[in-house]
């Protein structure tokens, strides 16, 4: 106790530099993993996705962010046996966002496409492991979480493969698939404003004191969906048909109106992804300023204060504008060729898991998610449409990046034990 009070105010400016920082590695690389698809399939040019980006991660992280926070910073670890010494707690928290952070750092320097749910995870596992012991560490929730990484991907490479044959039989394999592909192309982008403005309403945003009931939910996010299916109208039917670049690409014309629809696919993926990864940042921050504020407390509940929210989203952004370039090619153009019409069915059957897995506060890994639907987009083409070794690649830059969060986090929680301990 006489720990945090002596040193509460240099803990809060440490969680809160930690905290931006790490939030700076989600954007630099999982957000950059998010808008890969839209930049891939070349419907918008990686400015376009900053600038989108930057309004709808923010937003998903300020209007949505709450209720994941929870998981990340109360399921993972019992914090019990160290009630007496929260100081310990305070160091790990700490230990775990930067070492996260310097995981993500060198990750999206190199360009590999990790993720930040697994360095979170790894990095709190690490600390408890040394810092309390092994039996702190929920295992049971370890195993759900692992469970999620494995289910998550195929949940949303299925979502994927769905759209895409339904695009395939609805559009493409008919006589005028441009004609189809303007008729069916309102329905896809109410697909993406009901679902997307549906969940957000579903999970209450009960940190802004806003609750709809499951009618008035539907309702509402009908209206949304509508709202958005007009606008989306009136973009695709200023689409006009190109005879030349269908004599070379029998679709070329198809792509073209499947482009508008991609800047709605984009925002609601980087509303979705706001939504649910900002956590991984500010679960840890949120918990180190929870116990300070309460001179030592180790509660079992705290509220999430708006400022922190605000700390998030803004780091994301940052992150993403400053080093996202670097990861936003891997997954966008080396898994499989992504068009237009496959990026939308990868990008919206991405936000759909995200935001469902966000909805229930299970932290799912967006990266995966976002490989699991483009290895769906690519599968319906056949396997030999998908490049199995980047695949490779990238499945084993994830099994390194567990235990690389762990080993960092015990480390750096010596160290500050060292600086500030008895």
């Known amino acids: 106790m006489e720990i945090i009070q002596e040193h509460g105010t240099i803990f809060m400016f440490m969680a809160i530099i930690f905290g931006l920082y ?35 991660e923010f937003a998903g992280a300020f209007v949505a962010g709450g209720q994941v926070t929870k998981t990340i910073r109360k399921g993972i670890i019992d914090p ?24 993500l750092m060198v990750a999206s320097t190199k360009g590999w496409p990790v993720s930040t749910t697994h360095t979170i995870v790894g990095a709190i596992v690490g600390f408890a492991m040394v810092g309390i012991g092994i039996d702190a560490v929920n295992w049971g929730k370890i195993g759900k979480v692992a469970a999620s990484w494995i289910v998550s991907p195929i949940i949303g490479g299925s979502i994927a493969y769905m759209l895409m044959v339904s ?6 394999n008919t006589d005028n698939p441009f004609k189809k592909a303007q008729q069916w192309g309102p329905i896809y982008v109410f697909m993406v404003g ?59 014309s198809v792509e073209k109106v499947f482009m508008p629809m991609m800047i709605f696919t984009a925002c609601a993926m980087a ?21 300070v504020q309460s001179n030592g407390e180790v509660a079992q509940k705290a509220g999430l204060p708006i400022w922190i929210l605000l700390l998030g989203g803004g780091g994301i952004v940052i992150g993403l504008a400053t080093m996202g370039y670097k990861v936003m090619q891997t997954i966008g153009t080396k898994i499989t060729e992504l068009t237009p019409t496959r990026g939308y069915s990868a990008t919206l059957a991405s936000a759909v898991t995200v935001v469902l897995a966000s ?39 994830w099994l390194v990046t567990l235990p690389a969060g762990g080993l960092l986090a015990a480390g750096i929680f010596f160290i500050i034990k060292g600086i500030f301990g008895n």
């Open 22 to 56: 790490m939030c700076w590695g989600i954007g630099a690389n999982d957000v950059a993993n998010a808008m890969g698809t839209s930049v891939g399939s070349g419907a918008i040019t990686v400015k376009q996705a900053i600038l989108i980006a930057a309004i709808f």
């Open 194 to 252: 009901f679902i997307t403005a549906l969940v957000t309403l579903w999970k209450g945003l009960k940190h802004l004191k806003l609750d709809f009931t499951m009618v008035e939910s539907f309702l509402l996010s009908s209206l949304i969906g509508l709202i958005v299916a007009l606008v989306g109208k009136r973009m695709i039917m200023k689409v006009e048909m190109d005879e030349s670049a269908d004599r070379e690409y029998h679709y070329a």
């Open 359 to 397: 909805k229930t506060g299970m932290p799912v890994s967006t990266t995966q998610i976002a490989v699991g639907a483009v290895m769906g987009v690519g599968f319906a083409r056949g396997i030999g449409a998908l490049d199995m070794r980047v695949l490779g690649g990238i499945f084993l830059s």
């Open 167 to 172: 695009i395939r039989k609805l559009i493409l």
């Open 80 to 103: 019990e046996p160290i009630a007496a010494n929260p100081e310990l707690l305070v160091f790990g928290m700490l230990a775990a966002l930067l070492a996260a952070a310097i995981w």
């Open 271 to 291: 509303f979705a992804h706001g939504s649910n990864d900002v956590a991984n940042g500010i679960g840890p921050l949120a918990a180190v300023v929870s116990i």
